[in-house]
């Protein structure tokens, strides 16, 4: 087969990166008889032989025990395990891996693909957020490369993608936001929202605050959904209608859409 795009690359298993990426929106992570914690929905192929485990699975009681933390989130994980290459993405946003070192790292909880077993995942105090605690790699998305700042900073809400070994941040209203007439009107109405020249995420000491270069949040994307069109397996009954639409809340159980619409 030939391709008329000059600079087409064409991979196979042996030509694939081992943990790192395939160019700026896919990463391909290497399991040599190893486990990942992979988000729903983040995997788009993989190559040799690798099970895909819901948490919960009695199988993996002990490794999600000891490194698995957030059961409102618990619905939107699984276990990978096996050996081959496999590839994450997520809708062409730009895609890199990190690493801690005996670190603490609070991420905003759409923008975490999968992470090593060997880090600890918990639940922020921080609506929206999960925090990574230990040594080991993650893998995360963005709305534009990743910037890294140091403390003291304020930081538009929409830029934040996480911070790393400071405290969490406290909220910082511009005074003539507060005092002037919008804000009252926002205040009593809870319309307009505010934007990051009126409203911003305020942190103070040591660590490191990581900023996506745009002011858009990645849109929310139910996790998982299998497309109800002909010739996808699971499609019911061949329906071509619509998918499932971003923000759409999911079946009663289903925590991790539920916690994250209502601020839990």
Known sequence: MTYGTPGVVVHDPM??????????????VELKGTQWFLQKGKMIAYYG???????????????????FHSPLHASDWVVAEGSGKMLLADRAFDVNSYDLDQGNL?????????????????QSIVPGFLTLIGTGTFVAASNGPVVFMEPPIRVDPQA??????????????????????????????GLGGA???????EFVGAGTVLLQSTETLM???????VPQQAGVPGARGGHTGPAQQPGTPRLPGQLGDLQRRFGL
Request: aromatic letters at 8%; one cysteine or more.
């Open 15 to 28: 030509t694939l990166p081992a943990d790192d990426n395939v160019n700026s929106y896919t990463f391909c």
């Open 49 to 67: 032989s690798i099970d895909f485990n819901g948490i919960g699975h009695g199988r993996l009681d002990r490794l999600v025990r000891t490194s």
């Open 106 to 122: 609070t991420i905003r909880a759409g923008n975490l693909l999968a992470f090593q077993p060997s880090l600890a995942l918990k």
């Open 160 to 189: 934040l993608v996480g911070w790393a070994d400071c405290p969490s941040p406290c909220h910082h209203y511009d005074h003539g936001y507060m005092t002037g007439l919008m804000g009252g009107l926002r205040a009593m109405t």
């Open 195 to 201: 934007s990051g020249e009126e409203h911003q995420f």
């Open 219 to 225: 849109a929310e994307q139910a996790t998982g959904a």
